[in-house]
């Protein structure tokens, strides 16, 4: 379970020094060419969260569908479902 758990620790930290990546370059690209063009915190919607719990003895990890941890007053963002769209 351990090996799991960093695995996905390291997944989770390669994914968001992409997506840091990523912000880094559009802001670069909209700030080139929308004139005045100005930016505020990003907003984390990590979605891959996994709850550790034990059932009937056996630890496992728990992948909480459709759930965003958050807590009064943090920002967030509520995803639309990748099958719904037209």
Known sequence: MFKQIRDRAAVAVAAACAVSRVMSLVHGVLARTVPGARF?????????????????????LVPPQGHDPRRRGDLGIIPGS???GP
């Open 82 to 84: 990748m099958g719904t």
């Open 40 to 60: 505020g915190e990003p907003i984390s919607c990590h979605h891959n969260h996994v709850a550790e719990e034990t059932h009937d003895g056996v630890d496992v």
